[in-house]
């Protein structure tokens, strides 16, 4: 899925392991990724968070392999993406296509030779860190 840009924890995400308020404070420190957060909200039900963020991946970034501590659900609004997730057969994601991550499957992603955006909700438990490397 991308080349190895020494990203240590998560991109589809655009992640690595920062506590989710600090994700949002700090962006990402991935080469390659640039995660900006649109929404915060306490919920859907207590000791959980929603983010809502976008997600813009340079050509042949790579996503390291990690989990989050909670579901991460994207819609793939340009580019093509190509997602490795444990116990799924890796795919090609592209614009127009949405997938799903279940609560702590590690998984990892390439972006084409073509930028891609990703428009990305985590559902996570707060004060975790929304990404750790697997």
Request: aromatic residues 6%.
């Amino acid at each position: 899925m991308l080349t190895r840009r020494g990203f240590a924890a998560c991109a589809l995400c655009a992640f690595s392991g920062f506590a989710a308020t600090a994700a949002e404070a700090q962006g990402t420190a991935t080469p390659g990724l640039k995660r900006t957060m649109l929404q915060r909200t306490d919920g859907p039900t207590p000791g959980y968070v929603t983010l809502i963020a976008s997600v813009d991946i340079e050509p042949g970034a790579l996503v390291a392999r990690h989990t989050h501590p909670g579901v991460e659900s994207a819609y793939l609004v340009e580019g093509e993406f190509e997602l490795a997730i444990d116990g799924e057969p890796s795919r090609v994601v592209s614009a127009g296509q949405g997938y799903q991550v279940a609560v702590g499957v590690p998984h990892s992603g390439k972006n084409g030779d073509k930028p891609a955006r990703i428009a990305v909700t985590y559902i996570v438990e707060k004060d975790k860190p929304l990404a750790s490397p697997a």
